[in-house]
């Protein structure tokens, strides 16, 4: 499908009237990261009870399967999205961001109707093989923003992420207990296929490929993954941006026992207080991203790494003491603010580091280290509270914000907008 709309997009875009500004674009691309987003997280409430009702051809348990099924797309998608990123600078971004969501459609249609959970597995890992579409959103928007105004464009995109993540959960599993867990699936393909559509029709990539796009192979790619992590400041900001995803991620797999040990006595709201405390941390996150990628677009996206870590750390440091729920959910809202800015600022600075053309390799390579993150940091929180308690967590994420702190502090280059020079052909239209 993604190549059959490609070739057809530019004129029907022209022929509709629609601009070209990078505002007009990152507002079609806001657009279809919020319908993915919504999509990919439908399927999270349910998918443990999902493999259960599925049951295993090889009588593993109900735990195991569901520990698989979440890290090994993150896996897969490690290995697959710095390949794709390159491949996205030789061919052009806007194809990528079809190939992610068409083939991401296709893979969730399909577990809709697996017969078991390793089947289910299986084809996780393959759609962490083909999709990727944040990346890929990233990239194509990091090429055609002037610099000046990247954070604020990044920003713009956490905050259709975030604001789908909290909208998904909540729409799948209404889905899933009206309809049955077919449906959410399904549901997701069809969002997948919108979005797809809306960036077909929408967007008008200003992509000149260079000479040697036919030059695939891996000797290519070695190079290009090379010279950019020689680059001043990009292996530095990878390494937090693998530090923010594990800082993050650390308390998930303990998060709603850690709330239902908060609460004195068993109630029917408990999946209600772990699922909020979630989704306050994500609402907040949205406002940080937008606010603080656009204030770090005026006084330097390092500066904005450095205090929102320090004050991530601050707001994380009573969590391990907190005695009842709402403690822990407004000390969560606070701390998803600074949250928001630690995932906005590196996007920038890694715009601000490199050239606009290999802008999907960048960005792949940094979706790989966020998938990496993504499949260290459960298994890192249940290690830590199997050895000192589910508080232990929280005092781990904190620590690792504080490393964060002082990498950004001493380890990073100024990001100064005179320090950089601009990227020609790019205007503030």
Same mark, same amino acid.
């Given at each position: 499908?993604?190549?059959?709309?490609?070739?057809?997009?530019?004129?029907?875009? =022209? #022929?509709?009237?629609? @601009?070209?500004? *990078?505002?007009?674009?990152?507002?079609? +691309?806001?657009?279809?990261?919020?319908?993915?987003?919504?999509?990919?997280?439908? !399927?999270?409430?349910?998918?443990?009870?999902?493999? /259960?009702?599925?049951?295993?051809?090889?009588?593993? #348990?109900? /735990?195991?399967?569901?520990?698989?099924?979440?890290? +090994?797309?993150s896996v897969t998608m490690m290995i697959a999205a710095p390949i794709w990123g390159v491949v996205a600078d030789r061919f052009g971004r806007k194809k990528m961001i079809l190939?992610?969501?068409?083939?991401?459609?296709?893979?969730?249609?399909?577990?809709?109707?697996?017969? #078991?959970?390793?089947?289910?597995?299986?084809?996780?890992?393959?759609?962490?093989?083909?999709?990727?579409? +944040?990346?890929?959103?990233?990239?194509?928007?990091?090429?055609?923003? @002037?610099? /000046? =105004?990247?954070?604020?464009?990044m920003g713009t995109l956490q905050l259709g992420l975030w604001s789908g993540v909290a909208v998904g959960p909540l729409l799948g599993g209404v889905l899933a207990d009206l309809f049955g867990y077919s449906v959410p699936f399904v549901a997701t393909a069809v969002l997948l296929l919108i979005g797809a559509l809306v960036i077909s029709v929408g967007v008008q990539e200003d992509f000149s490929p260079p000479k040697e796009k036919n030059a695939i192979h891996p000797t290519a790619f070695l190079l290009g993954w090379k010279m950019i992590l020689g680059t001043s400041g990009v292996s530095m900001v990878l390494l937090m941006r693998f530090l923010v995803g594990l800082a993050r991620s650390i308390i998930i797999p303990i998060a709603p026992l850690f709330v239902v040990s908060l609460i004195i006595s068993e109630t029917e709201t408990n999946n209600t207080y772990a699922g909020l405390m979630l989704a306050v941390s994500s609402a907040t996150s949205t406002f940080g991203a937008v606010y603080?990628?656009?204030?770090?677009?005026?006084?330097?996206?390092?500066? !904005?790494?450095? *205090?929102?870590?320090?004050?991530?750390?601050?707001?994380?440091?009573?969590? +391990?003491?907190?005695?009842?729920? *709402?403690q822990l959910l407004i000390l969560q809202g606070m701390a998803g603010i600074a949250a928001g800015g630690l995932v906005a600022a590196p996007s920038a600075l890694l715009s601000r580091y490199t050239d606009r053309g290999s802008a999907g390799a960048v960005y792949g390579l940094d979706n790989s280290v966020w998938s990496a993150s993504k499949a260290v940091a459960p298994l890192l929180g249940a290690t830590i509270a199997i050895w000192i308690g589910m508080r232990g967590a929280f005092a781990a994420s904190a620590l690792v914000f504080g490393m964060i702190a002082v990498i950004a502090w001493f380890c990073l280059p100024q990001d100064d907008l005179h320090s950089v020079e601009p990227r020609a052909g790019q205007t503030d239209d």
């Open positions: 499908m993604a190549k059959v709309l490609a070739p057809f997009a530019p004129s029907l875009a =022209r #022929s509709l009237g629609f @601009p070209t500004s *990078w505002k007009f674009t990152l507002g079609i +691309v806001f657009a279809a990261q919020f319908f993915s987003a919504i999509g990919f997280s439908m !399927v999270f409430p349910f998918l443990p009870l999902y493999i /259960e009702s599925l049951g295993s051809r090889f009588a593993l #348990s109900t /735990e195991v399967l569901a520990g698989l099924v979440i890290a +090994v797309q190939r992610a969501m068409v083939g991401g459609g296709i893979f969730m249609i399909l577990m809709g109707f697996v017969q #078991s959970a390793e089947q289910l597995i299986f084809l996780r890992a393959l759609q962490g093989l083909v999709t990727g579409t +944040v990346s890929a959103n990233n990239a194509l928007v990091a090429a055609s923003t @002037p610099r /000046e =105004r990247v954070g604020f464009a603080l990628g656009s204030l770090g677009d005026r006084i330097s996206h390092k500066k !904005v790494l450095f *205090w929102c870590a320090l004050v991530a750390m601050a707001l994380y440091i009573p969590q +391990v003491f907190v005695a009842n729920v *709402w």
